[in-house]
């Protein structure tokens, strides 16, 4: 008879054992414009994992099916001088009576959980139970679409920023327009004329906001926090100059150009850099929310200026060699979900064709991720469902519907419009209308949040670490 103790199945519990220990932390970032959905994703996130092994519907995440999920609790965070995420204030605000949605994000915020689970599989050296430290932050999406900046110098960035030709968008910058085109890039510098223009530029950025934009720089704009009136915010893009790179690098310190191009730098340096040296320096895993539906629902201008804003982020996040943000922090990544946010707004049978909409408007960023080899997961999902799907009656036939209630506190049963498999073209946007209203969160009292597939992109950020 074989002896239990033998070297080679001693060996490989040892090397089980050694995994267990070493592997046991991942920091996951989520990723995406303003008011992609982060805030709910996060707050979902936790709230599925604290519930998980009771009342969560965690299907798709095996570990949870298996009743191996015991649950997550939250430890001390590791880095003091930063807010914790308001994961009680959101809970409340959906709880509330009537619930409402999280606020805006205005700064920065981190979580870290401690996940407790039953190992799959128990060997001698397995401990009965093992622990996944869960390290998460959140961040106004404002402020994202800076790390773009970084590959740009203040001239190819004014040529960048001066090429959104949208009529729509353009309008809303006129007042910044005509001051600027006045403006002579070697002429001294007016410190007064400046604070105005970048002033106006700001209010150019606010209202593209407000109107469902999503290409917006600098972030700090929108956001400025305790910069708000620093000189560093003070430049903005000078468009169409007609001087050479020579004659621009010979303008005096103190000339208009020279003194925008030295705030950009500063802003570069100090403001945008930082950010992303404190918080996306080290993340192991990766999920980016996209609100397809949210560009879709405001029409063709928005729907291009968001996938031009998606471009130019993916590509500062692009994982080759030489990628931007590979070069400035070499993050480690193994795994990137990609995620169709708020799927909640169209009825089950239209999510296959969101996911294909996502692949398309993400297509060139998802060529690079697998040439470097980097596994990607496609989804819709909700983090967190506001409405329920049904079915009606109309002349025989049985049609699939949404319900749910309006935020102005109307309940509605609607058919809010067939998502479109592809990049829509001009036919799409003449022929089929897409409408539907913002929806108020169903609240849930003690319940875990209801969800569309959060267990799946659960499954596919942190499953294999709870093996
Ligand atoms: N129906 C539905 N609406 C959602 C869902 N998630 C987010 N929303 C809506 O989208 C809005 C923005 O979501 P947030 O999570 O705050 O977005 P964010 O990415 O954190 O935005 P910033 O903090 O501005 O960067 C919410 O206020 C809701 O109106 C969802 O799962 N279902
Ligand atoms: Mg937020």
Redesign the pocket.
């Known amino acids: 008879m074989q002896s239990p103790f033998n070297t080679e199945r001693l060996s490989r519990e040892l090397t089980n054992l050694m995994e267990r220990t070493r592997d046991r932390q991942l920091r996951l970032a989520v990723t995406?414009l303003?008011?992609?959905?982060?805030?709910?994703?996060l707050t979902s996130l936790v709230n599925q994992l604290r519930h998980a092994g009771l009342e969560a519907q965690l299907d798709l995440l095996p570990a949870a099916r298996e009743g191996r999920l015991l649950g997550a609790q939250r430890l001390t965070q590791p880095d003091l001088g930063v807010p914790r995420f308001p994961y009680d204030a959101a809970l409340s605000a959906l709880n509330a009576k009537p619930p409402r949605?999280?606020e805006?994000?205005r700064g920065i915020s981190e979580l870290r959980l401690q996940l407790r689970y039953r190992p799959a599989q128990r060997g001698w050296l397995t401990p009965e139970f093992s622990h996944l430290t869960l390290d998460l932050f959140?961040y106004?999406?404002?402020w994202l679409l800076d790390l773009p900046m970084l590959a740009h110098d203040f001239d190819s960035w004014c040529q960048a920023q001066t090429q959104h030709n949208g009529v729509h968008r353009q309008a809303l910058f006129s007042a910044w327009q005509t001051g600027v085109e006045q403006l002579d890039p070697a002429a001294e510098a007016d410190e007064a004329q400046l604070a105005d223009l970048a002033a106006a530029y700001a209010d150019g950025l606010k209202q593209a906001k407000q109107a469902g934009f999503s290409d917006l720089q600098p972030g700090r704009f929108l956001l400025p926090g305790e910069l708000d009136g620093a000189p560093v915010l003070q430049f903005f893009p000078l468009p169409d100059i007609e001087l050479s790179t020579e004659q621009r690098q010979a303008l005096p310190e103190n000339s208009v150009y020279a003194t925008l191009a030295k705030r950009f730098r500063y802003y570069q340096q100090h403001i945008v850099k930082p950010f992303y040296r404190d918080h996306f320096r080290r993340f192991d895993r990766q999920i980016v929310?996209v609100d397809v539906l949210g560009a879709l629902n405001a029409g063709p201008e928005r729907f291009e200026d968001l996938s031009r804003a998606l471009q130019q982020l993916m590509h500062s996040f692009d994982y080759g060699q030489r990628s931007l943000l590979t070069r400035l922090f070499s993050p480690r990544i193994d795994r990137l979900a990609i995620a169709a946010?708020?799927a909640?707004?169209v009825t089950p049978d239209q999510h296959g064709n969101l996911v294909r909409l996502l692949e398309g408007l993400l297509a060139e960023p998802l060529k690079d991720l697998r040439f470097a080899d980097i596994p990607v997961k496609a989804l819709s999902l909700?983090?967190?469902?506001?409405?329920q799907a049904r079915e009606v009656n109309q002349q025989g036939q049985r049609l699939a519907a949404l319900y749910g209630t309006t935020l102005e506190g109307e309940e509605v049963l609607i058919y809010p419009g067939d998502v479109p498999a592809r990049l829509p073209d001009e036919h799409f946007w003449q022929q089929q209308g897409f409408d539907f209203p913002?929806?108020r969160p169903m609240g849930s009292s003690h319940e875990a949040l209801a969800h569309i597939r959060m267990d799946a992109a659960i499954d596919w950020l942190l499953g294999d670490k709870l093996a």
């Open positions: 995406g303003s008011q992609a959905g982060k805030t709910a994703f949605w999280p805006p994000t959140d106004p999406g404002e929310l946010t708020k909640d707004h909700a983090a967190i469902r506001a409405t913002h929806f």
